[in-house]
């Protein structure tokens, strides 16, 4: 968020803009927002705020006028601005999410998110994945090294933890991993943007979870390609995506400012990265306004080179590092 201060009048004006918007007062409330901007003109999250009532109402050249005002205030796009102004289709869709915007709204989403997914919109992608991961294969007895990105508060770790010898969680948000830190599921976790290196222990995975994070990215090839490098051969990745309805095999950007990928995309993807698609089949992970979200489970594999595992033994301080272990890859 921005570090501007601005005048007491200004906020008490933003507050009642508040209470109009709340009540569906939309156009009361954007009158409100010009008020608190004429009293505070580089108030970034006012030009923000102004801006969604002027997309609300229609007013679309006012809105991006906004949106721009909000991105040349602000310190960072904490608000996702630009994804809006993709959305509008005044600027290209970016790539992937604004790491920014996805961090603080996952910090201030993390101490109600379970509650409002698992109740409020059936999120089930976790145990879905599990049972996918099941049919291609059972859990082997000495357990295996797990990699969770997109850990959030936990929820992939309670539904993989049982096969885990030892697990890794990586989330963006400081929130979430607060969250799920106070679970004590994972041996370790990690704040990292999850197509970073950073995201990825230095150590041979059995099996990589990623559980409704690739809705926030849309290229997916330099992720698919960390996950391979990352995997053991053999090694499986289970994920979860919104499935893509466009004719064109590609992936889109939603008004909800999630992304949907099509399965051919995600075939030709993992097949660019040196994985093999073992299964990719239609579910429903989680519902929005009542209705479900088509979805899509995957599971892609490492091909093995020769024997199809590493040998790197856990030991008492942890994981074997690289020059410790042997990789026939």
């Not at 579910?283 to 490492?302: F, M, T, Y």
Request: contains cysteine.
């Amino acid at each position: 968020m921005s570090t501007y201060f601005p005048p007491a009048l200004a906020e008490r004006r933003l507050l009642y803009a508040n209470m109009l918007r709340n009540r569906g007062d939309l156009a009361a409330a954007a009158d409100l927002y010009a008020e608190a901007l004429s009293l505070a003109p580089d108030w970034a999250e006012a030009h923000f705020a102004l801006a969604e009532m002027l997309e609300a109402t229609g007013r679309i050249e006012d809105a991006c006028a906004h949106f721009r005002d909000y991105l040349r205030q602000a310190d960072a796009d904490t608000m996702g601005a630009e994804v809006r102004l993709a959305l509008l289709g005044v600027t290209a869709r970016p790539e992937t999410l604004p790491e920014p915007y996805v961090r603080a709204l996952f910090d201030e989403y993390a101490p109600r998110f379970e509650q409002s997914l698992l109740g409020g919109l059936g999120y089930r992608a976790p145990w879905q994945m599990r049972t996918a991961v099941e049919a291609v294969r059972p859990a082997p007895s000495t357990g295996e090294r797990i990699l969770d990105l997109g850990c959030g508060t936990g929820l992939g770790g309670e539904a993989f933890r049982d096969r885990a010898a030892w697990m890794v969680g990586v989330d963006l948000s400081p929130g979430m991993l607060r969250e799920a830190r106070a679970k004590n599921l994972y041996n370790e976790l990690r704040e990292a943007n999850v197509e970073s290196e950073t995201a990825f222990p230095d150590m041979p995975f059995d099996l990589v979870v990623a559980a409704d994070v690739l809705v926030y990215l849309g290229d997916l090839s330099l992720l698919f390609k960390h996950v391979t490098a990352a995997l053991a051969p053999g090694g499986l990745f289970a994920f979860s995506v919104q499935a893509g309805t466009e004719p064109e095999p590609g992936f889109t950007l939603g008004v909800e400012c999630r992304y949907a990928h099509h399965e051919t995309y995600l075939h030709r993807t993992a097949a660019g990265a040196g994985m093999d698609m073992l299964t990719l089949y239609p579910a429903v992970c989680r519902r929005e306004a009542g209705l479900d979200v088509p979805s899509l489970i995957g599971v892609a594999r490492r091909p093995a080179k020769g024997v199809a595992a590493w040998e790197a033994p856990l030991t008492k301080g942890g994981i074997a590092s690289r020059a410790d272990r042997k990789l026939d890859a």
